[in-house]
Protein backbone atom coordinates (compact mmCIF):
# COMPACT_ATOMS: atom_id res chain seq x y z
CA UNK A 1 0.00 0.00 0.00
CA UNK A 2 2.83 2.02 1.00
CA UNK A 3 4.23 1.97 -2.35
CA UNK A 4 1.00 2.36 -4.28
CA UNK A 5 0.15 5.19 -2.25
CA UNK A 6 3.91 6.21 -3.32
CA UNK A 7 3.64 5.68 -7.34
CA UNK A 8 0.91 7.36 -7.11
CA UNK A 9 1.88 10.60 -5.01
CA UNK A 10 4.76 10.61 -8.09
CA UNK A 11 2.52 10.18 -10.76
CA UNK A 12 0.29 13.44 -9.34
CA UNK A 13 3.35 15.32 -8.77
CA UNK A 14 4.73 14.85 -12.31
CA UNK A 15 0.85 15.62 -13.51
CA UNK A 16 1.13 18.76 -11.74
CA UNK A 17 4.52 20.07 -12.51
CA UNK A 18 3.38 19.15 -16.60
CA UNK A 19 0.31 21.23 -16.15
CA UNK A 20 2.14 24.07 -14.55
CA UNK A 21 5.02 24.25 -17.07
CA UNK A 22 1.90 23.71 -20.01
CA UNK A 23 -0.20 26.88 -17.85
CA UNK A 24 3.37 29.12 -17.91
CA UNK A 25 4.38 28.05 -21.50
CA UNK A 26 0.63 29.63 -22.43
CA UNK A 27 0.86 32.65 -19.99
CA UNK A 28 4.12 33.56 -21.55
CA UNK A 29 2.62 32.94 -25.13
CA UNK A 30 0.02 35.39 -24.47
CA UNK A 31 2.52 37.87 -22.71
CA UNK A 32 4.60 37.51 -25.73
CA UNK A 33 1.69 38.21 -27.72
CA UNK A 34 0.44 40.94 -25.83
CA UNK A 35 3.41 42.76 -26.20
CA UNK A 36 3.88 41.87 -30.29
CA UNK A 37 0.93 42.06 -31.42
CA UNK A 38 1.58 41.53 -35.13
CA UNK A 39 1.96 43.97 -38.48
CA UNK A 40 -0.59 46.60 -39.26
CA UNK A 41 -3.01 45.92 -41.82
CA UNK A 42 -1.81 48.34 -43.75
CA UNK A 43 1.50 46.98 -43.79
CA UNK A 44 -0.08 43.20 -44.39
CA UNK A 45 -1.84 44.80 -47.55
CA UNK A 46 1.00 46.78 -48.85
CA UNK A 47 2.85 42.98 -48.76
CA UNK A 48 -0.16 41.48 -50.47
CA UNK A 49 -0.20 44.27 -52.78
CA UNK A 50 3.06 44.39 -54.03
CA UNK A 51 3.34 40.63 -54.39
CA UNK A 52 0.54 41.49 -57.08
CA UNK A 53 2.63 44.18 -58.63
CA UNK A 54 5.74 42.32 -59.17
CA UNK A 55 4.00 39.60 -60.93
CA UNK A 56 2.30 42.59 -63.05
CA UNK A 57 5.79 43.47 -63.62
CA UNK A 58 7.50 40.40 -64.35
CA UNK A 59 4.78 39.92 -66.87
CA UNK A 60 5.53 43.40 -68.78
CA UNK A 61 9.34 43.17 -68.64
CA UNK A 62 8.91 39.71 -70.53
CA UNK A 63 6.71 41.15 -72.90
CA UNK A 64 9.11 43.98 -73.57
CA UNK A 65 11.97 41.17 -73.53
CA UNK A 66 9.84 39.21 -76.34
CA UNK A 67 8.86 42.43 -78.45
CA UNK A 68 12.77 43.30 -78.32
CA UNK A 69 14.11 40.22 -79.59
CA UNK A 70 11.29 39.29 -82.33
CA UNK A 71 11.98 42.91 -83.99
CA UNK A 72 15.95 42.54 -83.83
CA UNK A 73 15.34 38.94 -85.64
CA UNK A 74 13.06 40.60 -87.75
CA UNK A 75 14.76 43.47 -88.84
CA UNK A 76 18.35 42.45 -88.23
CA UNK A 77 19.91 45.19 -91.03
CA UNK A 78 18.58 47.86 -89.13
CA UNK A 79 21.18 47.94 -86.58
CA UNK A 80 24.10 46.74 -89.00
CA UNK A 81 27.48 48.87 -87.95
CA UNK A 82 25.66 50.05 -84.68
CA UNK A 83 26.04 49.09 -80.90
CA UNK A 84 22.09 49.63 -80.15
CA UNK A 85 21.18 45.96 -80.50
CA UNK A 86 23.99 44.98 -77.35
CA UNK A 87 23.39 48.21 -75.34
CA UNK A 88 19.62 47.06 -75.58
CA UNK A 89 20.72 43.37 -74.52
CA UNK A 90 22.27 44.98 -71.65
CA UNK A 91 19.54 46.92 -70.72
CA UNK A 92 16.75 44.06 -70.84
CA UNK A 93 19.56 42.42 -68.73
CA UNK A 94 19.80 44.65 -65.86
CA UNK A 95 15.80 44.86 -66.10
CA UNK A 96 15.39 41.48 -65.09
CA UNK A 97 18.01 41.28 -62.38
CA UNK A 98 16.20 44.37 -60.99
CA UNK A 99 12.78 42.26 -60.88
CA UNK A 100 14.79 39.13 -59.79
CA UNK A 101 16.11 41.40 -56.74
CA UNK A 102 12.64 42.73 -55.86
CA UNK A 103 11.16 39.20 -56.15
CA UNK A 104 13.55 38.20 -53.41
CA UNK A 105 12.44 40.88 -51.20
CA UNK A 106 8.66 39.93 -51.57
CA UNK A 107 9.75 36.24 -50.67
CA UNK A 108 11.07 37.97 -47.15
CA UNK A 109 7.96 39.97 -46.84
CA UNK A 110 5.85 36.98 -47.37
CA UNK A 111 7.65 34.97 -44.63
CA UNK A 112 7.47 38.11 -42.00
CA UNK A 113 3.47 38.57 -42.99
CA UNK A 114 3.23 35.02 -41.99
CA UNK A 115 5.22 35.60 -38.23
CA UNK A 116 2.81 38.95 -38.23
CA UNK A 117 5.33 40.73 -35.44
CA UNK A 118 4.87 44.30 -34.49
CA UNK A 119 8.24 44.47 -34.36
CA UNK A 120 9.16 43.18 -38.05
CA UNK A 121 7.86 46.82 -38.99
CA UNK A 122 10.90 48.60 -39.66
CA UNK A 123 12.30 45.84 -41.80
CA UNK A 124 8.83 45.48 -43.90
CA UNK A 125 8.94 49.05 -44.64
CA UNK A 126 12.69 48.55 -45.72
CA UNK A 127 11.83 45.66 -47.94
CA UNK A 128 8.78 46.98 -49.43
CA UNK A 129 10.30 50.50 -50.01
CA UNK A 130 13.16 48.57 -52.02
CA UNK A 131 10.67 46.27 -53.79
CA UNK A 132 9.20 49.32 -54.79
CA UNK A 133 12.21 51.00 -56.57
CA UNK A 134 13.79 47.75 -58.09
CA UNK A 135 10.61 47.05 -59.29
CA UNK A 136 9.83 50.16 -60.66
CA UNK A 137 12.96 50.78 -62.17
CA UNK A 138 12.91 47.31 -64.03
CA UNK A 139 9.86 48.51 -65.68
CA UNK A 140 10.94 51.86 -66.44
CA UNK A 141 14.26 50.54 -68.19
CA UNK A 142 12.67 47.95 -70.10
CA UNK A 143 9.80 49.76 -71.55
CA UNK A 144 12.73 52.31 -72.39
CA UNK A 145 14.11 50.16 -74.42
CA UNK A 146 10.90 48.77 -76.11
CA UNK A 147 10.24 52.65 -77.31
CA UNK A 148 13.43 52.89 -78.54
CA UNK A 149 13.18 49.67 -81.25
CA UNK A 150 9.89 51.16 -82.16
CA UNK A 151 11.29 54.51 -83.18
CA UNK A 152 13.98 52.79 -85.18
CA UNK A 153 11.73 50.95 -86.96
CA UNK A 154 9.23 53.70 -87.43
CA UNK A 155 12.49 56.29 -88.49
CA UNK A 156 13.63 53.95 -90.70
CA UNK A 157 9.87 53.55 -92.29
CA UNK A 158 9.40 57.35 -92.79
CA UNK A 159 12.22 59.47 -92.56
CA UNK A 160 10.73 62.41 -94.02
CA UNK A 161 8.06 62.56 -91.16
CA UNK A 162 10.85 61.64 -88.46
CA UNK A 163 12.72 64.76 -89.76
CA UNK A 164 9.72 66.98 -89.90
CA UNK A 165 8.61 65.89 -86.14
CA UNK A 166 11.98 66.64 -85.46
CA UNK A 167 12.23 70.34 -87.11
CA UNK A 168 8.78 70.83 -85.44
CA UNK A 169 10.46 70.75 -81.80
CA UNK A 170 13.22 72.93 -82.85
CA UNK A 171 10.76 75.82 -83.66
CA UNK A 172 9.00 75.26 -80.24
CA UNK A 173 12.35 75.78 -78.94
CA UNK A 174 12.57 78.92 -80.68
CA UNK A 175 9.23 80.19 -79.52
CA UNK A 176 10.19 80.05 -76.09
CA UNK A 177 9.08 83.53 -74.69
CA UNK A 178 12.53 84.79 -73.44
CA UNK A 179 10.80 88.23 -72.89
CA UNK A 180 8.40 88.21 -70.57
CA UNK A 181 10.74 85.65 -68.44
CA UNK A 182 13.69 88.07 -69.10
CA UNK A 183 11.49 90.98 -67.51
CA UNK A 184 10.23 88.89 -64.86
CA UNK A 185 13.97 87.82 -63.68
CA UNK A 186 15.27 91.22 -64.00
CA UNK A 187 12.63 92.71 -61.37
CA UNK A 188 13.17 89.92 -58.98
CA UNK A 189 17.10 90.58 -59.37
CA UNK A 190 16.56 94.43 -58.31
CA UNK A 191 14.09 93.88 -55.43
CA UNK A 192 15.96 90.80 -54.01
CA UNK A 193 19.95 91.78 -55.01
CA UNK A 194 21.14 88.73 -53.24
CA UNK A 195 19.62 86.56 -55.63
CA UNK A 196 20.94 88.14 -59.10
CA UNK A 197 24.00 85.86 -59.59
CA UNK A 198 21.99 82.85 -58.92
CA UNK A 199 19.13 84.24 -61.33
CA UNK A 200 21.27 85.26 -63.67
CA UNK A 201 23.07 81.74 -63.92
CA UNK A 202 20.08 80.37 -64.45
CA UNK A 203 18.75 82.54 -66.95
CA UNK A 204 21.67 81.83 -68.37
CA UNK A 205 21.56 77.98 -68.70
CA UNK A 206 18.45 78.58 -70.23
CA UNK A 207 20.28 80.48 -73.18
CA UNK A 208 22.80 78.22 -74.15
CA UNK A 209 19.93 75.33 -74.47
CA UNK A 210 18.55 77.56 -76.85
CA UNK A 211 21.64 78.16 -78.93
CA UNK A 212 22.72 74.82 -78.38
CA UNK A 213 19.54 73.24 -80.16
CA UNK A 214 19.63 75.36 -82.87
CA UNK A 215 23.18 74.22 -83.40
CA UNK A 216 22.75 70.59 -83.61
CA UNK A 217 19.66 71.32 -86.27
CA UNK A 218 21.98 73.69 -88.38
CA UNK A 219 24.33 70.75 -87.96
CA UNK A 220 22.35 67.98 -89.73
CA UNK A 221 22.63 69.34 -93.36
CA UNK A 222 24.06 66.50 -94.45
CA UNK A 223 20.89 63.75 -92.39
CA UNK A 224 18.65 66.64 -93.81
CA UNK A 225 19.99 65.55 -97.74
CA UNK A 226 20.06 61.62 -96.92
CA UNK A 227 15.87 61.97 -95.84
CA UNK A 228 14.82 61.91 -98.94
CA UNK A 229 11.71 59.37 -98.79
CA UNK A 230 13.45 55.75 -99.15
CA UNK A 231 14.37 53.46 -95.51
CA UNK A 232 17.19 54.73 -93.54
CA UNK A 233 19.28 51.87 -92.08
CA UNK A 234 22.57 51.55 -89.76
CA UNK A 235 24.89 54.79 -88.67
CA UNK A 236 22.39 57.36 -90.90
CA UNK A 237 19.40 56.01 -89.19
CA UNK A 238 21.46 56.02 -85.76
CA UNK A 239 22.09 59.56 -86.13
CA UNK A 240 18.61 60.61 -86.86
CA UNK A 241 17.26 58.92 -83.78
CA UNK A 242 20.23 60.73 -81.67
CA UNK A 243 19.15 64.09 -83.16
CA UNK A 244 15.38 63.41 -82.56
CA UNK A 245 16.22 62.37 -78.95
CA UNK A 246 18.30 64.97 -77.97
CA UNK A 247 16.30 67.61 -79.06
CA UNK A 248 13.50 66.54 -77.62
CA UNK A 249 15.70 66.49 -74.51
CA UNK A 250 16.52 69.66 -74.76
CA UNK A 251 12.89 70.80 -75.46
CA UNK A 252 11.61 69.10 -72.72
CA UNK A 253 14.75 70.75 -70.33
CA UNK A 254 14.17 73.92 -71.24
CA UNK A 255 10.22 74.01 -71.05
CA UNK A 256 10.91 72.67 -67.21
CA UNK A 257 13.58 75.17 -66.70
CA UNK A 258 11.59 77.92 -67.76
CA UNK A 259 8.86 77.47 -65.52
CA UNK A 260 11.09 76.46 -62.50
CA UNK A 261 13.18 80.05 -62.96
CA UNK A 262 9.70 81.76 -63.31
CA UNK A 263 8.15 80.23 -59.94
CA UNK A 264 11.71 80.88 -58.59
CA UNK A 265 11.53 84.21 -58.71
CA UNK A 266 7.99 84.24 -57.61
CA UNK A 267 8.83 82.61 -54.29
CA UNK A 268 10.98 85.44 -53.81
CA UNK A 269 7.71 87.43 -53.56
CA UNK A 270 6.10 85.15 -50.81
CA UNK A 271 7.02 84.15 -47.27
CA UNK A 272 5.07 81.22 -45.05
CA UNK A 273 5.30 80.09 -42.10
CA UNK A 274 3.73 76.34 -40.78
CA UNK A 275 2.01 76.45 -37.43
CA UNK A 276 1.43 73.03 -35.48
CA UNK A 277 -2.08 73.33 -34.41
CA UNK A 278 -3.09 70.53 -33.53
CA UNK A 279 -2.51 66.82 -33.04
CA UNK A 280 -4.23 63.14 -33.45
CA UNK A 281 -4.10 59.41 -33.24
CA UNK A 282 -6.91 57.53 -33.88
CA UNK A 283 -7.68 53.94 -34.77
CA UNK A 284 -8.17 52.12 -38.10
CA UNK A 285 -8.28 48.60 -37.22
CA UNK A 286 -4.63 47.51 -36.44
CA UNK A 287 -3.20 50.65 -37.39
CA UNK A 288 -2.53 54.26 -35.58
CA UNK A 289 -3.15 56.91 -37.98
CA UNK A 290 -1.42 59.83 -36.82
CA UNK A 291 -1.98 63.47 -37.93
CA UNK A 292 -0.81 66.81 -37.42
CA UNK A 293 -3.19 69.99 -38.25
CA UNK A 294 -1.23 72.76 -40.36
CA UNK A 295 -1.93 75.93 -40.45
CA UNK A 296 0.09 77.80 -43.28
CA UNK A 297 0.43 81.62 -42.78
CA UNK A 298 1.51 83.30 -46.32
CA UNK A 299 2.23 87.20 -46.89
CA UNK A 300 2.94 88.30 -50.53
CA UNK A 301 4.63 91.22 -50.89
CA UNK A 302 2.80 93.29 -53.52
CA UNK A 303 5.13 96.24 -53.69
CA UNK A 304 8.53 96.12 -51.91
CA UNK A 305 9.27 100.14 -52.23
CA UNK A 306 6.07 101.04 -50.56
CA UNK A 307 5.63 98.10 -48.45
CA UNK A 308 2.48 97.06 -49.38
CA UNK A 309 1.80 92.93 -48.83
CA UNK A 310 -1.09 90.97 -48.22
CA UNK A 311 -1.83 88.21 -45.91
CA UNK A 312 -3.85 84.99 -45.48
CA UNK A 313 -4.19 81.37 -43.87
CA UNK A 314 -5.67 78.25 -43.89
CA UNK A 315 -6.00 74.78 -41.86
CA UNK A 316 -5.48 71.48 -43.30
CA UNK A 317 -5.63 67.64 -41.11
CA UNK A 318 -2.48 66.24 -43.10
CA UNK A 319 -1.91 62.62 -42.10
CA UNK A 320 1.89 61.50 -41.33
CA UNK A 321 4.18 58.79 -40.84
CA UNK A 322 4.52 57.82 -36.80
CA UNK A 323 8.16 59.44 -36.74
CA UNK A 324 7.35 62.66 -38.13
CA UNK A 325 4.47 62.95 -35.71
CA UNK A 326 6.98 62.10 -32.82
CA UNK A 327 9.11 64.51 -34.14
CA UNK A 328 6.76 67.35 -33.45
CA UNK A 329 4.64 66.13 -30.23
CA UNK A 330 6.10 68.68 -27.95
CA UNK A 331 5.95 72.02 -30.65
CA UNK A 332 2.34 72.54 -30.63
CA UNK A 333 1.58 75.70 -31.09
CA UNK A 334 4.78 76.67 -32.52
CA UNK A 335 5.68 77.43 -36.36
CA UNK A 336 7.81 74.32 -37.37
CA UNK A 337 8.37 75.44 -41.00
CA UNK A 338 9.27 79.13 -42.27
CA UNK A 339 10.45 80.83 -45.19
CA UNK A 340 12.02 84.18 -45.36
CA UNK A 341 10.60 86.58 -48.41
CA UNK A 342 13.97 87.07 -50.65
CA UNK A 343 14.47 83.26 -50.36
CA UNK A 344 13.53 80.00 -52.22
CA UNK A 345 11.21 77.50 -50.38
CA UNK A 346 14.18 74.94 -50.81
CA UNK A 347 15.84 77.39 -48.48
CA UNK A 348 13.07 77.56 -45.91
CA UNK A 349 13.75 76.96 -42.28
CA UNK A 350 12.22 73.39 -40.19
CA UNK A 351 13.64 74.15 -36.85
CA UNK A 352 10.54 74.73 -34.31
CA UNK A 353 10.57 77.95 -33.30
CA UNK A 354 8.12 80.74 -31.40
CA UNK A 355 5.82 82.10 -33.95
CA UNK A 356 6.30 85.52 -35.06
CA UNK A 357 9.44 85.28 -33.75
CA UNK A 358 11.44 84.94 -37.55
CA UNK A 359 10.16 88.32 -38.67
CA UNK A 360 11.88 90.55 -35.73
CA UNK A 361 15.05 92.23 -36.57
CA UNK A 362 18.20 91.60 -33.98
CA UNK A 363 18.32 94.43 -31.34
CA UNK A 364 21.43 95.55 -32.72
CA UNK A 365 19.74 96.55 -36.16
CA UNK A 366 16.72 97.48 -34.67
CA UNK A 367 14.12 97.77 -37.45
CA UNK A 368 13.43 95.96 -40.51
CA UNK A 369 10.26 96.03 -42.72
CA UNK A 370 8.05 94.19 -40.35
CA UNK A 371 8.50 96.47 -37.42
CA UNK A 372 11.04 97.95 -34.92
CA UNK A 373 12.30 97.71 -30.93
CA UNK A 374 10.51 100.27 -28.79
CA UNK A 375 10.95 101.38 -25.37
CA UNK A 376 8.42 102.01 -22.87
CA UNK A 377 7.85 101.93 -18.99
CA UNK A 378 11.60 100.70 -18.68
CA UNK A 379 10.59 97.75 -21.28
CA UNK A 380 11.91 96.98 -24.59
CA UNK A 381 9.42 95.13 -26.73
CA UNK A 382 9.12 94.48 -30.56
CA UNK A 383 6.28 96.31 -32.28
CA UNK A 384 5.11 95.31 -35.69
CA UNK A 385 3.95 98.00 -38.20
CA UNK A 386 0.27 98.85 -38.81
CA UNK A 387 0.89 96.97 -42.43
CA UNK A 388 2.03 93.76 -40.61
CA UNK A 389 -0.85 93.83 -37.64
CA UNK A 390 -2.36 91.29 -39.76
CA UNK A 391 0.18 89.02 -39.68
CA UNK A 392 0.57 89.26 -36.41
CA UNK A 393 -2.37 88.46 -35.12
CA UNK A 394 -2.54 85.18 -37.56
CA UNK A 395 0.92 84.21 -35.38
CA UNK A 396 0.04 85.17 -32.13
CA UNK A 397 -3.51 85.19 -32.10
CA UNK A 398 -5.69 88.14 -30.72
CA UNK A 399 -4.71 88.32 -27.46
CA UNK A 400 -0.76 89.76 -28.51
CA UNK A 401 1.78 89.88 -25.90
CA UNK A 402 4.38 91.93 -26.73
CA UNK A 403 8.16 90.35 -27.19
CA UNK A 404 10.47 91.31 -24.63
CA UNK A 405 14.57 91.89 -25.78
CA UNK A 406 15.46 89.64 -23.07
CA UNK A 407 12.81 87.06 -24.53
CA UNK A 408 14.31 87.42 -28.31
CA UNK A 409 18.18 87.22 -26.78
CA UNK A 410 16.87 83.19 -25.29
CA UNK A 411 15.84 82.74 -28.78
CA UNK A 412 19.16 83.49 -30.78
CA UNK A 413 21.31 82.27 -28.32
CA UNK A 414 19.16 78.65 -27.89
CA UNK A 415 19.19 78.42 -32.15
CA UNK A 416 22.82 79.53 -32.01
CA UNK A 417 23.54 76.60 -29.59
CA UNK A 418 21.54 73.99 -31.95
CA UNK A 419 18.55 74.09 -29.64
CA UNK A 420 14.38 74.74 -29.71
CA UNK A 421 13.58 77.61 -27.34
CA UNK A 422 10.54 77.24 -25.38
CA UNK A 423 11.02 80.33 -23.47
CA UNK A 424 9.23 80.91 -19.94
CA UNK A 425 11.02 81.53 -16.97
CA UNK A 426 11.64 79.31 -13.47
CA UNK A 427 9.57 79.30 -10.70
CA UNK A 428 10.65 80.32 -7.31
CA UNK A 429 12.26 78.09 -5.40
CA UNK A 430 12.30 75.14 -7.77
CA UNK A 431 14.61 73.84 -10.07
CA UNK A 432 12.08 73.32 -13.05
CA UNK A 433 11.41 75.96 -15.64
CA UNK A 434 7.69 76.80 -16.97
CA UNK A 435 7.47 76.74 -21.25
CA UNK A 436 5.84 79.57 -22.29
CA UNK A 437 5.73 78.08 -26.08
CA UNK A 438 5.50 74.58 -27.39
CA UNK A 439 2.83 72.10 -26.37
CA UNK A 440 3.46 72.57 -22.55
CA UNK A 441 3.85 75.98 -23.19
CA UNK A 442 1.24 78.78 -21.58
CA UNK A 443 1.23 80.31 -24.51
CA UNK A 444 -0.14 77.17 -26.43
CA UNK A 445 -2.49 76.10 -23.55
CA UNK A 446 -4.27 79.46 -23.71
CA UNK A 447 -4.81 79.59 -27.41
CA UNK A 448 -5.25 76.31 -28.65
CA UNK A 449 -7.33 74.99 -25.36
CA UNK A 450 -10.22 73.39 -27.55
CA UNK A 451 -8.01 71.49 -30.03
CA UNK A 452 -8.09 68.11 -29.76
CA UNK A 453 -5.08 66.88 -28.04
CA UNK A 454 -5.73 68.83 -25.27
CA UNK A 455 -9.35 67.09 -25.61
CA UNK A 456 -7.65 63.88 -25.79
CA UNK A 457 -5.80 64.60 -22.70
CA UNK A 458 -2.74 65.77 -24.11
CA UNK A 459 -1.91 68.68 -21.79
CA UNK A 460 -2.00 66.33 -18.42
CA UNK A 461 1.52 66.76 -17.78
CA UNK A 462 1.19 70.92 -18.78
CA UNK A 463 2.21 73.24 -15.60
CA UNK A 464 -0.98 74.81 -17.49
CA UNK A 465 -3.27 71.87 -17.54
CA UNK A 466 -6.37 73.00 -15.71
CA UNK A 467 -6.37 76.18 -17.84
CA UNK A 468 -7.81 74.47 -20.35
CA UNK A 469 -11.03 74.03 -18.83
CA UNK A 470 -10.88 78.03 -17.99
CA UNK A 471 -13.57 80.32 -19.39
CA UNK A 472 -12.70 82.76 -22.19
CA UNK A 473 -9.75 80.96 -23.50
CA UNK A 474 -9.68 81.38 -26.96
CA UNK A 475 -8.39 78.58 -29.50
CA UNK A 476 -8.95 76.66 -33.27
CA UNK A 477 -11.73 74.52 -33.01
CA UNK A 478 -12.00 71.27 -36.04
CA UNK A 479 -15.29 69.90 -36.79
CA UNK A 480 -14.62 66.00 -35.34
CA UNK A 481 -16.47 65.35 -38.71
CA UNK A 482 -13.56 65.83 -40.71
CA UNK A 483 -12.18 63.84 -42.85
CA UNK A 484 -8.47 62.96 -43.04
CA UNK A 485 -6.69 65.53 -45.59
CA UNK A 486 -3.21 64.88 -47.23
CA UNK A 487 -2.34 68.49 -48.24
CA UNK A 488 -2.17 72.01 -47.68
CA UNK A 489 -3.93 74.29 -50.14
CA UNK A 490 -3.06 77.42 -52.10
CA UNK A 491 -4.11 80.76 -50.53
CA UNK A 492 -7.13 81.21 -53.14
CA UNK A 493 -8.52 77.71 -51.79
CA UNK A 494 -11.86 78.04 -49.91
CA UNK A 495 -10.59 76.49 -46.77
CA UNK A 496 -9.10 80.25 -45.41
CA UNK A 497 -10.52 81.74 -42.57
CA UNK A 498 -12.20 85.17 -42.63
CA UNK A 499 -12.68 88.51 -40.65
CA UNK A 500 -16.05 90.48 -41.16
CA UNK A 501 -19.40 90.73 -42.00
CA UNK A 502 -20.89 87.16 -43.08
CA UNK A 503 -17.85 85.56 -41.97
CA UNK A 504 -17.82 82.04 -41.15
CA UNK A 505 -16.15 81.45 -37.94
CA UNK A 506 -15.34 77.63 -38.97
CA UNK A 507 -14.20 78.34 -42.61
CA UNK A 508 -10.55 80.26 -42.36
CA UNK A 509 -9.36 83.90 -41.84
CA UNK A 510 -8.85 85.86 -45.23
CA UNK A 511 -8.47 89.30 -45.32
CA UNK A 512 -9.06 92.53 -48.09
CA UNK A 513 -12.09 93.30 -50.02
CA UNK A 514 -14.51 90.75 -51.01
CA UNK A 515 -13.89 87.96 -53.49
CA UNK A 516 -10.30 89.01 -53.00
CA UNK A 517 -7.30 86.78 -51.78
CA UNK A 518 -5.55 89.41 -48.74
CA UNK A 519 -5.75 92.19 -47.62
CA UNK A 520 -3.60 95.10 -49.13
CA UNK A 521 -2.16 97.92 -46.74
CA UNK A 522 -0.63 101.12 -47.45
CA UNK A 523 2.04 103.35 -47.56
CA UNK A 524 4.32 102.97 -44.51
CA UNK A 525 4.06 105.89 -42.78
Not at 261 to 285: C, N, V
Not at 286 to 314: F, G, H, P, Q, W
Not at 483 to 495: E, H, K, L, M, N
Amino acid sequence: MDKNRAGRHQRLSTYLTSLAFITFAGIGSLLLQSCDRGLPHSLLRDIEWEKSDGQAASRTVDGSVKAVEKALTASPELYQGTTVSGDWHSKLDDAKNKLANSEGNNRKLTELSHRDRASSQAEVRRLLAEARTLRESAISEAKSVEENVSKWQSFSADPKAAMAAIEKNVRSIEATDFGTLSGTVEKAEKDWPAKKADLDGRFTALKNIEKAAEAKWDGAGELKAQVSGQKLAGPELARLVSLDQDLTRDHASLTSGVQQLSDLSEQLYLSWDKILADLEISRFGRDNIYRERIRTVRTRVLDLATNRSETADEERWISVPEPAYRSVENTIGMTIAHKDAGRYDSEASNSPQPPAFAYIASPEAGSNRYGYWTHSGGQTFWSFLPEYLVLRELLRSHDYRPIQVAEYRGYTAARANGKTYYGGSSNSGAATRTPTYGTHGSFTAKNYSTSRYVQSGGFRNSAYASNRDHAGFSGFTSPRTEAPQSGIRSPSGSAGKRFGSGASPSSGRRFGRAGGVGRSFGRRR
